[in-house]
């Protein structure tokens, strides 16, 4: 049986989604920076630095689009309240309330 939540809850819940994937992307980001490191080095050919875009936007890009944007904004946060993405203190008790049954559930199934 589902609750119905208040505006101000869902609100939240998509704030501090769209928080924790902007934070993800930030860092999923970072590695393909170095890639463009390497190849202004001339360490890597063009062509090898289009595959790794390409491996990170059909990869983690993907992944976290999927994540925070095609799923509910509240398995979004429970997910990074998982992962140490975003911490309790941050979201706030009526938050982390409101999504602590999927964070167990995440923890007790060892979800990465």
Excluded at 36 to 50: Q, R
């Amino acid at each position: 049986m589902s609750r119905k939540m208040s505006k101000k809850l869902e609100k939240a819940l998509r704030q501090f989604a769209g928080a924790a994937y902007e934070r993800e992307l930030s860092i999923a980001t970072r590695a393909l920076q170095e890639e463009f490191l390497h190849w202004e080095n001339k360490e890597i050919d063009i062509f090898e630095l289009n595959e790794k875009i390409h491996e990170f936007h059909n990869g983690i890009s993907r992944k976290l689009y999927s994540r925070y944007v095609g799923m509910d904004a509240a398995f979004g946060v429970a997910s990074a309240l998982h992962h140490g993405i975003l911490s309790r203190e941050e979201v706030g008790e009526d938050v982390f309330l409101s999504v602590e049954g999927i964070v167990l559930s995440l923890s007790s199934l060892g979800a990465k």
